[in-house]
T-cell receptor, first 115, second 114 residues
Framework: AQKITQTQPGMFVQEKEAVTLDCTYD???????LFWYKQPSSGEMIFLIY??????QNATEGRYSLNFQKARKSANLVISASQLGDSAMYFC????????????FGGGTRLMVKP | DAGVIQSPRHEVTEMGQEVTLRCKPISGHDYLFWYRQTMMRGLELLIY????????DSGMPEDRFSAKMPNASFSTLKIQPSEPRDSAVYFCASTSGEENYEQYFGPGTRLTVT
């Protein structure tokens, strides 16, 4: 079974600063994918970034990067130059390639950006 | 593409009533997922389909919940009879079978059972 742990229920960051949201995972599978989603107060789930377990480079998408440490089973999201619009819930999720395409989600981290 | 479409966006019903939630996945996607989000339990996978066939329904809470996918462009999640503890946001998501494809989520249906 897969498990995703996000240990930070809530975080504050000053506008324009960088912030790291933690995510650790547990799986016995060798092939898997890690995802981050953003959920603003409006409720929709917005895909941010993906990292495959065999990818050697850390994934980057604009201001988002994923700090992937396979041996530690961590996949932290780094948001650079925080903006007020980054205030939202952030969910880490994992897909095991041996279990169809279903995602297992962590409990989420609420990020609040201060002006 | 219009994205994943869910209806209704909001549903308020009384305990004991039947509730049907609807989902239209993105055209060409062969996987469809139903999730439920609550404050207490977070995001939970209820059931998912591949090529219209239910693959894993182990997350369906109990027999009051049922889901169907009669064709590639339509799925329903039914609760009969509904109970107050079913109050949640229900998301439908779809994806293709490609390894690095994200799941595209619909806007969700906020269900309130009184």
């Amino acid at each position: 079974a897969q498990k995703i742990t996000q240990t930070q229920p809530g975080m504050f960051v000053q506008e324009k600063e960088a912030v790291t949201l933690d995510c650790t995972y547990d799986t016995s599978d060798q092939s898997y994918g890690l995802f981050w989603y953003k959920q603003p107060s409006s409720g929709e789930m917005i895909f941010l970034i993906y990292q495959g377990s065999y990818d050697e480079q850390n994934a980057t998408e604009g201001r988002y990067s994923l700090n992937f440490q396979k041996a530690r089973k961590s996949a932290n999201l780094v948001i650079s130059a925080s903006q007020l619009g980054d205030s939202a819930m952030y969910f880490c999720a994992m897909r095991s390639n041996n279990a169809g395409n279903m995602l297992t989600f962590g409990g989420g981290t609420r990020l609040m950006v201060k002006p | 593409d219009a994205g994943v479409i869910q209806s209704p966006r909001h549903e308020v019903t009384e305990m004991g009533q039947e509730v049907t939630l609807r989902c239209k996945p993105i055209s060409g996607h062969d996987y469809l997922f139903w999730y439920r989000q609550t404050m207490m339990r977070g995001l939970e996978l209820l059931i998912y389909f591949n090529n219209n066939v239910p693959i894993d329904d182990s997350g369906m809470p109990e027999d009051r919940f049922s889901a169907k996918m009669p064709n590639a462009s339509f799925s329903t999640l039914k609760i009969q009879p509904s109970e107050p503890r079913d109050s949640a946001v229900y998301f439908c998501a779809s994806t293709s079978g490609e390894e690095n494809y994200e799941q595209y989520f619909g806007p969700g249906t906020r269900l309130t059972v009184t």
